[in-house]
């Protein structure tokens, strides 16, 4: 007799953390120019006007709707931006977790921040998770008291 699929395991702690207003205006912004490029390439019947449009929409969707993801599990924290530039820390590496705000209010992006420190933001509140190597990393979070939380009660 086969023996059921227990699935994919249940994570501890998920968060998606989008993008601020600021990089949503920029990113709209974006994509207005392209839109007003088709226009104007229609208009002037210029072919080459419809290049920036090929650039300005991938870019501005990039950039209007830009995600940070942490997501933790028994073994390991998961941590990945736009669902493209991911990191996979093993929990039992991790040396201490507290909030953060090193980025300030231009954190954006994946963002090399210093000698061994990473950030994956989008603006907003952040954790800061020290590992046992020295390596620093740096995400975006909604909730990160919850974070902290889940983190330290296992190694307590």
């Given at each position: 007799m086969a023996v059921p699929s227990t699935g994919p395991r249940q994570a501890l702690y998920y968060s998606r953390a989008?993008?601020?207003?600021?990089?949503r205006s920029?990113?709209?912004?974006?994509?207005a120019f392209g839109v007003l490029?088709?226009?104007?390439?229609?208009?002037?019947?210029?072919?080459?006007f419809l290049l920036l449009p090929l650039?300005?929409?991938?870019?501005?969707?990039?950039?209007?709707?830009?995600?940070a993801t942490v997501k933790v599990d028994e073994h390991s924290v998961v941590i990945a931006f736009c669902d493209i530039f991911k990191r996979?820390?093993?929990?039992d590496e991790i040396a201490t977790v507290t909030t953060d705000n090193a980025a300030g209010p231009s954190g954006y992006g994946v963002r090399y921040m210093?000698?061994?420190?990473?950030?994956?933001?989008?603006?907003?509140?952040?954790?800061?998770?020290?590992?046992?190597?020295g390596k620093t990393v740096i995400a975006s979070t909604n909730r990160p008291e919850q974070l902290i939380r889940i983190l330290t009660e296992a190694e307590s």
């Open positions: 989008r993008a601020t207003l600021l990089p920029i990113g709209f912004t974006i994509i490029f088709i226009a104007l390439s229609l208009t002037q019947r210029r072919l080459d650039i300005a929409f991938p870019l501005g969707s990039f950039v209007g709707f830009m995600t996979t820390l093993r929990r210093g000698p061994g420190t990473v950030g994956y933001l989008v603006g907003g509140p952040e954790i800061n998770i020290q590992m046992k190597s």
